[in-house]
């Protein structure tokens, strides 16, 4: 059974168009124009699980518009969503319980009190057991080194640090699929290569099924097996790394690969 099914998927955004001045505004007031902007265009695929699926496109392709349909943020315009058989826009508060969710750009930390503070109402909003809290805590104390800012307040924090203690609040109440969107923007070497060797292992160990978008393409050759490429809403490429791989000399990176791609479909 399929933990993530799209079908047809569309996101469409109308903005209103105004002309300079007051008649200019007046007369987008009383005769508006709209920009119809297709930001995801009728995509399709399902995620079983257990995978770990990389999203890629450039900017404005439609990967992070997919991922907050995908977690119930946004309303599709069209299509239908389906996770582990739930409507996640219709269903947020059962679809809630079986994800994590962890954005690059932003926190789900309470901002002004310790992050352990946040992890114990994170525990009572999600109803974890006390055995099952104390396991994972123990883990993540040990994988991501948290213990070095447990009691810090968030606001306090280092972005690297931010980002593993967000990537334990997101997988505190063992969500089977995880959804991260650039979650190691800005972060160095040595925290992203941590940050993927927890993900690895979540992913080896518990079979969370993993969708990330990210602009680390050598960092995702290495956690993902899957790879979808968007390029202006449509897909683009849909197959294992492999695939994408064997179609191309020896020797390319996979970033050699996707300019590759884009410029192929720019020329067609």
């Known amino acids: 059974m399929a933990q993530i099914e799209i079908k047809n998927l569309k996101k469409v955004y109308k903005t209103a168009e105004k002309e300079e001045g007051f008649m200019g505004n ?17 995509i399709s695929f399902s995620i079983k699980e257990g995978e770990s699926v990389a999203f890629l496109g450039a900017n404005g392709a439609g990967k992070s518009t997919t991922i907050k349909m995908l977690t119930g943020i946004m309303k599709p315009s069209g299509g239908t969503v389906y996770i582990r058989g739930t409507d ?26 310790p992050v352990i503070e946040t992890f114990r109402l994170l525990k009572s909003i999600y109803e974890i057991p006390d055995e099952t809290y104390e396991k994972n805590m123990g883990q993540f104390k040990e994988i991501l080194e948290l213990d070095e800012f447990l009691h810090q307040p968030a606001r306090k924090l280092s972005l690297g640090q931010r980002v593993r203690a967000d990537m334990a609040a ?24 941590s940050i993927y060797q927890f993900l690895k292992h979540i992913n080896q ?14 960092d995702l050759e290495s956690l993902c097996k899957r790879l979808i490429i968007l390029e202006k809403g449509e897909i683009l490429f849909d197959d ?13 990176t996979l970033e050699e690969i996707v300019i590759q791609l884009f410029n192929r479909r720019k020329c067609g």
């Open 26 to 42: 007046l007369k987008s007031f009383i005769h508006p124009t709209y920009t119809i902007k297709k930001a995801v265009n009728g």
């Open 88 to 113: 996640p826009f219709q269903n947020r508060m059962e679809n809630a319980r079986q994800i994590g969710v962890v954005f690059g750009q932003k926190t789900q930390l309470w901002w002004d009190i």
């Open 170 to 193: 997101a997988l505190l109440h063992e969500p089977p699929i995880l959804f991260l969107d650039e979650p190691t923007i800005g972060l160095d070497v040595a925290v992203k290569q």
């Open 205 to 218: 160990e518990k079979h969370t099924t993993i969708i990330l978008t990210s602009h680390d393409l050598n």
């Open 240 to 252: 294992s790394m492999e695939k994408i791989f064997d179609q191309y000399p020896k020797g390319m």
